[in-house]
Each structure stands twice: as structure tokens, then as C-alpha cells.
């Protein structure tokens, strides 16, 4: 494959036969960069990249005659990782609609859009009430200062300023997400290939999380060496052999995107395993049986005493998940997380909810008196409330 600056000559096998991209398709593809960025002097080296990397992923093409669809959805990902690295603030607007269309047909597309609309939400969430009020009726709503001041009852300086100081802030939380999802280094003395990630654990607050690509059995795992000191112990992990977790992580090194994308799988696939006995499993998709664990031994429940497995019979996998991870994956939790930062989770508690069995997780911040707590069906987990609090000041 060879691209120029303003050029490309490549034939590539995407397994299912060979296509080729002709100047023509090229300047499409530039152009669509140019359409994206604003920026004609960076518009090739966009569509340069994201030839790049379809180079590098062509055999997730299933469908030469989608080439273009395809590409444009690279290239979308590649220039919303541009934007976010180089914290552009005059692209923090309401995307054109027809923009979604290069998302719809790629998984990876899908995830990343996701990953963006995650991150900018917590940004968002973690301003003051007032600036991110300026800042959605501006970027969102593209009202005019004058506006503006009329429907924040303030005047139009002070706008201007909460303007100026709230794109800072989200810049600042854009960039604090973009260096937590570095790729994590190996410490002096790393016991069986663990590393180091910039992640906090959410169980206990205080220990960043380490990975490990186990590249010999091809499973990503995850552990708090706080939670868990012994190194043989494993709080997660994915296994590469099922094509499910594959589809998501597979060449991921990002430990941050790796734990978003299998939140957001946790939510979507075992929540919709609550809706009935089986559902198509995640290896082979035939029917696999759910199985909810509930243990309710004291009002105080431990985390690993309930939870749900998904056992399929035809080909052997099973999928877990505890109670406390379901609940983390919630959106509504991964933004509150998102935006604290740090916090931790206490012990579950047995309660009792219009005479229904419940059971409620909190999670609080661990550096402000935020906390969450979430309400849920004891033998169905279904979600039954999620209400935000604060702790008391101790001596207040």
C-alpha cells in the first residue's frame, strides 16, 4: 500500500476479495475529511490515517460494495480522535444529522460514538450548574449571547465569560479522559504480566486498577491489587475465543476503552437476559439459560453472594456477571462515575421496597460528598430507582 500526500495507489484483500482505491474514491474520502475537520490542510492527513488503518482492519470488511460507508466511518473516528487530542473548542457543537450514517453499519463505529457521547456528558455533569447551562444553550441550542442572558437572567459579559471559562473546563475533563486512556506501562516488578492503568477501582476507591493481555490463552482480565492482593486473583476477565468480546476489545491496548466497551456490553446484554429464561449465547447464539444467584445471608449482603451466569449448553460458554458490576454498568452510574472521578462502593443492603425485596448499592465520591444510590429487585434486579444524595459533614 502507498499513499502520498495527495494521492493513493493500493489493491487490499479484505477476505472476501480484493478492492482497490482509486484516486476518485481517495478524494471522496478527503473531501468528506475536509467536510469534517474544516480544516483543508489537515483533511489528508485524516483520510491518509484512516486509510491506515481500514489497511490494517480489512478483513472486518464483510462487504467490498461498502467500501466507502465503511471508510467514512473510519475516517469520522479518526478525526473525533483528533478533536479530542488537540481539545479543538470550535468543534463542540451539535453534530449535522447526517453525519450518524457512517456509524450504522460498524460495531467499532458505534462503540466509539458512544465512548465520545460518555465522555462529553461527564464533562458536562462535572461543571457548574450555570456554565454548562451557557454552554448547551450555545453549542446545543445556538442561542445568542444576547439570548443567552435574557433566559440566564445575567448579562452578557458574564456570559461571555462563562463561556470562555467552561470550554477551558471542558477541555480540561476531555484531555484528563484522553490521558487515562493511554496505554497502560508495565511497572518495575509487574507479578505474571500485570500492568498499571490511570483507572480507579470502583469497589474500593483507593488503588488503580491493573490489566493484563494474557496473550498465550488471549483473555484481557482486569484486578485492584487493593481489593486483592494475591496477583492470581482476578476481578474480570474477556476471553478473546468468544467473538462477542472479540468484536469489542480485540486490539484494543486502551485499558479505559476496553472497560467502557464491556460496561456498555454488561448493561446491554445481561440486562436484556433479565427479560426471560434464556437468551442466544454470546459464542455460538444458540438459546443459553439465565441464572440469577441470590444469597441473602444478612441485611449487610456481600458483592459476590448474587449475581447472574449465563450458562449455554450446546457449546459449554458461560458468562457472569456480579450484582454490583450490573449495577456499574448502568448509564446513569458510569456518567456519575465518570464525572467524580473516584469513588468506591459500600456494602450492599437488604431492603424492603413497597413490600417488594430489594436490595440497594450506593456509590459515593470518594474526594466531594456525592453519592448515588440505586434500588433494585432482589430476585429480579430489575432497577426500581436511582437517586442521587449527599453525605452529611462529619461534625455538622
Known sequence: MRIGSKGIDATIDSGQGEWGLDQARYERLVSYCRWLSRNPDIAHDLANDALLEGWRNAHKLTDSAGIDRWLAAIARNVYLRWRRQAGRESHLV???????????????????????????????????AATRTALLLRYRDDASYAEIAAQTNCSEAAVSMRLTRGRAQLRYALERDMLANQPASAPAGSQRGWQETRLWCSRCGQRQRQIRFDTENDVVSFRCPGCDDDPRAIASEMPLANPSIARMIAGLRQPAAISRRIEAWVNDYFRRALNGPTIACTACGA??????????AARDIYRN?????IHCEHCGTICSSSFASLVMSLPDVRVFANAHGRV?????????????????MTIESVTGLARLDVLSGQDTFAVLGIHPSSRAVPGG
Not at 458512544?114 to 457548574?128: G, K
Not at 453472594?305 to 451466569?309: T, W
Request: with cysteine.
Open 344 to 360: 468506591r462502593t459500600l456494602p450492599l443492603r437488604q431492603l424492603d421496597a413497597a413490600g417488594q425485596p430489594a436490595v440497594q
Open 287 to 296: 438459546q443459553a439459560t439465565v441464572i440469577r444467584t441470590v444469597r441473602p
Open 305 to 309: 453472594q448474587i449475581g447472574m451466569h
Open 94 to 128: 451539535r453534530m449535522p444529522e447526517h453525519l450518524e450514517i457512517a456509524a450504522t453499519d460498524d460495531p467499532a463505529a458505534d462503540y466509539a460514538c458512544q465512548e465520545l457521547r460518555d465522555d462529553l456528558v461527564s464533562a458536562l455533569v462535572s461543571l457548574p
